[in-house]
């Protein structure tokens, strides 16, 4: 699994945050800035994620976010579970970080 630095990056360009390169083409996100992400200790941060997972159609078939006590899934719109983190621990953020992480990985194989 990638570092959390790696994730937090992951996630900002899912939504659409852009990283300086060498050649300045895209700057809106300088790299420096990426230490300063908080989505994996943010609800704040974390619930636009999920908001737009929830928005995405990929090939016809949208998304659902369920954030539940012990485990946290991604269902397909015909409730098939398609990422799932589950812990013994009530460690609501935690999970959904890690769901977040698999489905945009997932999400950039696949779109």
């Known amino acids: 699994m990638k570092n959390l630095k790696e994730n937090n990056k992951?996630?900002?360009?899912?939504?659409?945050w852009k990283t300086?390169?060498?050649?300045y083409t895209e700057f809106t996100m300088p790299n420096d800035m990426i230490d300063l992400l908080k989505y994996h200790k943010?609800?704040?941060w974390l619930m636009p994620v999920v908001e737009k997972i929830e928005g995405t159609?990929?090939?016809?078939?949208?998304?659902?976010?369920?954030?539940q006590t012990f485990e946290?899934?991604?269902?397909?719109?015909?409730?098939n579970t398609c990422f799932e983190v589950d812990s013994p621990k009530n460690e609501k953020i935690g999970r959904t970080y890690e769901v977040v992480i698999q489905f945009i990985n997932w999400y950039n194989e696949n779109k």
Not at 20 to 23: Q, S, T
């Open 10 to 16: 992951l996630i900002a360009e899912f939504m659409d």
């Open 20 to 23: 300086a390169h060498e050649d």
């Open 42 to 44: 943010s609800w704040s």
């Open 57 to 67: 159609n990929i090939d016809g078939h949208y998304y659902d976010v369920r954030i």
């Open 72 to 79: 946290t899934l991604i269902v397909d719109d015909m409730f």
